[in-house]
T-cell receptor, first 115, second 112 residues
Framework: EAGVVQSPRYKIIEKKQPVAFWCNPI?????LYWYLQNLGQGPELLIR????????DSQLPKDRFSAERLKGVDSTLKIQPAELGDSAVYLC?????????????FGPGTRLTVL | QQQVKQSPQSLIVQKGGISIINCAYE??????FPWYQQFPGKGPALLIAIRPDVSEKKEGRFTISFNKSAKQFSLHIMDSQPGDSATYFC???????????FGEGTQLTVNP
């Protein structure tokens, strides 16, 4: 079974430029998550989708960040404009609830460097 | 607000030794407590998880001990191996795993 796929793996941009990250979840997983991971810290949830609906976006900085999950499969996370403090790893995860448990499986992440 | 506190920040263990990582939480609504392992350049991978209705869960060399009254849980790695060298994150979640809050991580080094 293929895991969560993310691209690109690395991205270097100048501040104020836009950037987009793409995620393809595990087949059949209806829940998709975007996390931010700063160096030396644990992941922090940005947004959670149930199918195509964003059900938890309270931690997403909506002035510059946006996300979409068209057709309830792939997802794109966008930053416009990027700031120096956005340099981090952006992780995508997916899950499919089984009983009372929702196990999340993570992709390898996109490492963003903003210069 | 940091809801999950993890310690130590780093840990060095000799091969064959026991690695112990501790976490404490505040939110009594948490109902799922997983541990994730992360290697450099990779995403976190689920190692083992526990629900609050049991006090211990063991899978191979990995054991979670859970103390509901103290709001603490820990990961024990028995017979630690150099291949276990990685960063370990505890997490806690409501909704059975849909809303994870991670600890800050422990960088484990197992010397040969």
């Amino acid at each position: 079974e293929a895991g969560v796929v993310q691209s690109p793996r690395y991205k270097i941009i100048e501040k104020k430029q836009p950037v987009a990250f793409w995620c393809n979840p595990i087949s059949g997983h209806n829940t998709l998550y975007w996390y931010l991971q700063n160096l030396g810290q644990g992941p922090e949830l940005l947004i959670r989708y149930e199918n195509e609906e964003a059900v938890d976006d309270s931690q997403l900085p909506k002035d510059r960040f946006s996300a979409e999950r068209l057709k309830g499969v792939d997802s794109t996370l966008k930053i416009q404009p990027a700031e120096l403090g956005d340099s981090a790893v952006y992780l995508c995860a997916s899950s499919k609830r089984q009983g009372a448990t929702d196990t999340q499986y993570f992709g390898p992440g996109t490492r963003l460097t903003v210069l | 607000q940091q809801q999950v506190k993890q310690s130590p920040q780093s840990l060095i263990v000799q091969k064959g030794g026991i690695s112990i990582i501790n976490c404490a939480y505040e939110n009594t609504a948490f109902d799922y407590f997983p541990w994730y392992q992360q290697f450099p350049g990779k995403g976190p991978a689920l190692l083992i998880a526990i629900r609050p209705d049991v006090s211990e869960k063991k899978e191979g060399r990995f054991t979670i001990s859970f103390n509901k009254s103290a709001k603490q849980f820990s990961l024990h790695i028995m017979d630690s191996q150099p291949g276990d060298s990685a960063t370990y994150f505890c997490a806690a979640s409501t909704l059975g795993g849909s809303r994870l809050t991670f600890g800050e991580g422990t960088q484990l080094t197992v010397n040969p």
